[in-house]
């Protein structure tokens, strides 16, 4: 037996229709059927299918775990999930009911792109996959971005609210971000680093100016450990502009290794050849909401994504 606990958010909707969302792959005829038997209830008790659901309410599912599975899977998505064999489930660093956070891999897009699988796509075939159902009408998405290059701590609400309370926090930077690089050169002492930053048309590259022109940039460094030739860094940005850690460490000499756009060519030469490293080795390893939020004291230890085993791999081998 499967039993669904009901909470406000999905409240408030006729149980036929939230049973049909819940397992896509059911028939609404089979349902009815379903309902007679008391193969599906509502409180333990037999249903109609008319019943409109409260906050608190409990459905049993007497199905087996097999069947269950079967009728989560909807053969007739149209959208562009179209099998859940063609789409990776994302790593889950962590989940409750408000919020899924998630350790994008390099080359998963933040946003939807018809070059490749976005991290939305991942993130409903998670859902799919593991039959979680949200709030009628809310179409999860993504807090925060990363280059499609770029792994680590992708955040992802679950409910209106959530995703409101988040995108304050961010508007009034009261979220800690924190990344985790190796680069070209040896850095020795934490270092502020403050500028302005121009996205270029051509090339999809930024620059970075002391001029005023384009939009503030702050950046702090802070090394954890260096052979001399590279550095491994601790990065904390405290806007979040495209490009931004990629091309501000690119100013001060300190390239990202593997970073096409703004590294050092014979370096990236040598990490292909050494490594297949063949993007920038960039990690957002931390993020912490903060202030006196409720997400700050719900979730006040933050969210860690361990590194890759290539990016492990590439650190046991320089230090």
Do not use: W
């Amino acid at each position: 037996m499967i039993e669904i606990n009901i909470t406000a958010e999905n409240a408030g909707q006729r149980i036929d229709k939230f049973i049909l969302k819940l397992l896509p792959g059911m028939s609404k005829s089979f349902s009815y059927k379903m309902y007679r038997k008391k193969n599906i209830t509502l409180n333990k008790s037999k249903i109609k299918g008319s019943e409109i659901l409260r906050n608190g309410d409990a459905i049993q599912i007497f199905f087996s775990d097999d069947t269950y599975k079967k009728f989560c899977e909807n053969e007739d998505q149209d959208n562009v999930v179209k099998s859940m064999d063609t789409v990776p489930i994302p790593e889950v660093i962590f989940e409750d009911e408000h919020l899924l956070v998630i350790n994008k891999s390099v080359g998963v897009f933040s946003q939807p792109d018809e070059r490749g699988v976005g991290i939305n796509q991942q993130i409903k075939a998670y859902y799919d996959k593991n039959c979680i159902i949200l709030p009628e009408g809310f179409k999860p998405g993504v807090a925060n971005r990363l280059d499609r290059n770029t792994s680590g701590v992708i955040i992802s609400a679950k409910d209106i609210p959530t995703i409101q309370q988040i995108n304050e926090l961010i508007m009034s930077h009261q979220v800690k971000k924190i990344y985790r690089t190796i680069v070209k050169g040896q850095v020795l002492s934490e270092k502020v680093l403050e500028g302005y930053l121009e996205k270029k048309q051509t090339r999809n590259r930024v620059s970075i100016n002391n001029q005023g022109q384009g939009a503030y940039i702050h950046t702090t460094i802070k090394p954890i450990r260096t052979n001399g030739d590279f550095t491994e860094l601790e990065v904390q940005i405290q806007t979040g502009k495209p490009h931004q850690i990629r091309a501000h460490l690119a100013i001060i000499g300190h390239p990202i290794i593997g970073d096409g756009k703004y590294g050092h060519k014979d370096v990236n030469k040598m990490m292909r050849q050494e490594y297949n490293l063949r993007h920038q080795l960039l990690h957002a390893y931390y993020y912490k909401f903060e202030g006196e939020s409720e997400l700050s004291q719900r979730y006040h230890e933050g969210f860690t994504a361990v590194m890759s085993p290539l990016y492990e791999s590439i650190s046991k081998g320089l230090f």
